[in-house]
């Protein structure tokens, strides 16, 4: 018999639920390994979120972030028949009119797409990606239930609404949406495909237009070895450094970077080139954020506590009022430690991630682009050192000044210089002539105008507390009000000898009381 899906996420998370009872306290280490096995059983839309949950390092431990970045999403081949009717659908061509030759049995099958080998008329040899039918329905009905799912837990713990759990599943399951579409990842290789081919060292696969669609995507095969087969050789070395300056080409020049470069996304090409795969996730920066992020780097490597304030605070990665002094002193920690730990634990990544979750505490959150940037630069520099382990990023970079470089000198202006400044010269006359009008028009006195951020907490919470003291006042009145009548046996009686007036004053005391009650009980304070 098979079980509704409502009543299999149920049961799969009410097992890992009585696992984590069982297990938090005697062998917490064992607890990821559940979390990943329940996902991976549960199917394409609980593997993605996972994957996609792994991105938060804000929220999840070490231990669950490992795991999830080891989700794995295999699957059995769909049906070839289904496939090239898909393929047909996309492309408005009979099967035999797009490819001189197809081939039925995948070579690749994973839990969003299977993939096929062709070759096109002109003798090109073609990878065709085809996603699982019906896949995207099954996505966003895995999604409600998951919201109403959250929505039952919260009513009776809480205290999980400040963590907003539902806020949480909105964005993974919005960015699961976006990456099961094929059509979307044809368009982040369309933005890569002249950052890449501008390196002669790095190559990935084209698309074979005009053949990408939402369910279909057609590129050319790549023939290269998996980097994972050059760890620790000679070659692993020089790989790493092409990888090196892979990214720094990506980050500080062009903006625009692969946001997944994992060893099963990496191949060997045999002519020496370093070819990407897999664009679902990329980044982007940028030119402030290009030149904040170099800034950043290149204060970590001096020890430059205030320079990487600065940087952090431009990045978003912190964000005012703070104290500076307190956060320089935390900084300079940092860095000192930094200092001194062997070149096999030296990580500009983690340095950049403690510096950003300075001063945070639990409710610390970082944007999309922040949190793919960061797993970019760990996923990165954990794949160079497994190519070369006794790869030494601080001297690497310091030899690599001039690409950080390039980000200071980039102001992402594609208009000449001169023109940029006769243009900021003709703008300074404007500001100074409204200034002038302004100044006129208040009687001399220019008005300056005061944006208060970060209160919006505060105004909800003012509110919330003069919301429950009315209905308190409220609530006290109407017993007051039960009790005179009471007293005063007034109006009609039911009962015998008690008055309907009080009756139904207390009855509704006492549902204003259950209320609130109940809301303080919510917001997880008394």
Partial sequence: MIQPRSLQITFAIAAF???????????????????????????????????????RRDVLPPGYREELENLHSHAPAFDSDVAIAMIETAFGQPIDALFADFERTPFAAASVAQVHRARMHDGTDAAVKVRRPGIETQVRSDLRLLRLLIRFTQSFLPGLRRQHPLQLLDELGAQLLVEIDLEHEAKNMRRLIAVIDSNPSLTMPKIIEPYAAVDVLVQAFSHGAPVANEFGSERGAKVASQLLDAYLQQLFVAGVFHGDPHPGNLFLMADGRLCFHDFGTTGYLDPVARRSLALLIESVSYADAETALDAALSMGFLTPPLDRREYTRSISEILDELSTLPLSRWSLAETIWRIAKLGNGEHFRLPRHLLVLMRTLFLAENTIRALDPNFDLLAELNLRREALGLAFTQAGHRRPLGQRM?????????????????????????????????????????????????????????????SLLMLH?????????????????????????????????RSGRL
């Fill in 489 to 521: 046996s007034a109006g009609p009686r039911v009962w015998g000898d008690v008055p309907v007036f009080a009756l139904a004053a207390y009855s509704i005391a006492l549902l204003l009381s259950f209320r609130l009650v109940l809301a303080i009980m």
């Fill in 17 to 55: 639920t009585w696992s984590w009872l069982r297990l938090h306290r005697k062998a917490p280490q064992r607890l990821p390994a559940h979390l990943r096995e329940m996902l991976e059983g549960l199917g394409t839309t609980f593997i993605k979120l996972g994957q996609g949950l792994s991105l």
């Fill in 422 to 482: 006769a243009r900021t010269a003709d703008t300074l006359g404007t500001i100074l002539a409204d200034l002038l009008r302004q100044a006129q028009s208040e009687e001399g006195r220019p008005s300056v105008s005061m944006h208060h951020r970060g209160l919006e907490e505060l105004e909800l919470h003012l509110g919330r507390t003069g919301n429950r003291l009315s209905l308190a006042l409220v609530t006290l009145g109407l017993y007051i009000a039960g």
